[in-house]
């Protein structure tokens, strides 16, 4: 996995001020504490930097960390992925609510006749327009979703760190697998094949605990 600038300078500082708190780090490279959150789970998931409670964090310096890392990076987003719900963008708010509860999911993803993507609708946007007193039985899914392209998207093949990284960057919940297909009139079209979410990240992070003698 190649680091950006901004987690090598993360690194160097850890390495040369260890142990050291997010808020010195966040004051020393120049950004919020909130902006640099997304780079320290990254390192601290990749087994560069290790987050000490109460202490900050120190620089992990083990012979294994280039297996390790090796590892990790070989993860790729099939090898996490799981089944995503579908909705159309016809469907009531309500009847996608109660899709979404009986489903157990945090987003709808919306698509067309044809399986393709179009929007994806999560609990943030149902408690937007429920608590704003619209006729949720009145109201289509189409009204309240987030259309393309205006969704992140990622392919079967991305690395399950860079997955990980883009679900807290943009502080989602859900990320869809999608292929690219052409249709009739041989417009390029997103077709969904998978989602990684938060739960698929955090049986991830379990699975690299419970096999760790084995890396």
């Known amino acids: 996995m190649k680091l950006t600038p ?23 490279v120049g950004v919020t504490r909130a902006a640099l959150r997304p780079d320290l789970a990254i390192l601290t998931m990749i087994g560069v930097l290790d ?14 960390q280039g297996i390790v890392n090796d590892y990790i990076s070989g993860i790729k987003v099939h090898d996490i992925m799981s089944k995503p719900s579908f909705v159309k963008e016809d469907v009531t708010v309500y009847d996608a609510i109660v ?3 009986l489903n157990d999911v945090g987003t709808l993803f919306v698509v067309d006749d044809e399986q393709h993507l179009i929007g994806a609708v999560s609990r943030k946007d149902f ?7 619209t006729d949720i039985h009145r109201v289509p899914v189409g009204i309240i979703m987030t259309r393309m392209p205006n969704i992140v998207t990622v392919n079967e093949n991305d690395s399950a760190v860079d997955v990980a990284k883009k679900i807290m960057t943009h502080e989602i919940d859900s990320i869809p697998v999608v292929e690219r297909v052409s249709s009739t009139d041989d417009k390029e079209q997103l077709k969904i094949i998978g989602k990684v979410s938060k739960t698929n990240i955090t049986r991830l992070f379990l699975k690299l605990s419970n096999n760790k003698n084995n890396i």
């Open 51 to 64: 987050a000490r409670p109460k202490v900050g964090y120190i620089y992990v310096d083990k012979p294994s």
């Open 127 to 133: 408690l937007k327009i429920a608590m704003g007193g």
């Open 99 to 101: 899709l979404l509860f």
């Open 6 to 28: 901004r987690q090598e300078e993360i690194i160097k500082l850890v390495k040369e001020k260890q142990p050291i708190t997010s808020e010195e780090l966040a004051s020393k």
